[in-house]
């Protein structure tokens, strides 16, 4: 717009304005990644379960095969670290889903000056969400703890050689630490703790 000769100029863009956009584009990039690196973890974790169910069929399958009932004693090892394995992804899950409601939504709000990432928040409060984390800590118990617990009944019952009562007796203190842990974790994660 031109006056008498003179070109208008625009208003000046405050450096506090660009500064808080510049930090509100960075922070919209680390939820990105966050969310990405979340997802990949899920997919993972999830994976997890059908290649426990995998392992123990497998197992199953061979000691059927070779009739040689100290192969169960495999069993208990494999399904361990696959719980263990998908007990640490499942924390991490979660503690990307706090940062994210907990602090980036607070600082990206502020910047934003309203809400943001409502479904961050929102998923969870409803009022079966203490229920539904009970019964996935049962299918947790159930997917990695529980064939293992059959194996070693199992191979006890079929072939009770000291070799096998000792290696039993080890496997059977790691599988109540996993289980010790499924447990605990699950009693973590109740109502308003997230």
Avoid at 111 to 126: I, N, V
């Amino acid at each position: 717009m031109q006056q008498s000769g003179h070109v208008a100029t625009p208003p000046a863009i405050s450096d506090t304005s660009v500064d808080q956009a510049g930090r509100l584009e960075t922070l919209r990039t680390e939820y990105q990644e966050l969310k990405a690196e979340q997802r990949g973890r899920i997919e993972s974790r999830d994976g997890l379960i059908y290649t426990a169910m995998g392992v123990a069929a497998a197992v199953v399958a061979g000691v059927s095969q070779t009739k040689i009932p100290l192969l169960l004693l495999t069993l208990p090892p494999a399904v361990l670290v696959l719980g263990w394995t998908y007990l640490a992804k499942d924390r991490m899950v979660s503690a990307i889903g706090r940062y994210l409601r907990d602090d980036l939504r607070v600082q990206m709000e502020a910047l934003a000056g309203g809400p943001l990432l409502g479904w961050e928040f929102g998923h969870g409060d409803d009022t079966r969400r203490s229920q539904r984390k009970r019964i996935q800590a049962a299918v947790d118990l159930g997917t990695f703890c529980l064939p293992a617990v059959a194996a070693i009944v199992a191979c006890l019952a079929l072939a009770p050689t000291p070799l096998a009562i000792a290696i039993a007796a080890a496997e059977l203190g790691a599988v109540a630490v996993l289980a010790w842990q499924i447990l605990a974790y699950a009693e973590d994660i109740r109502p308003g703790r997230r």
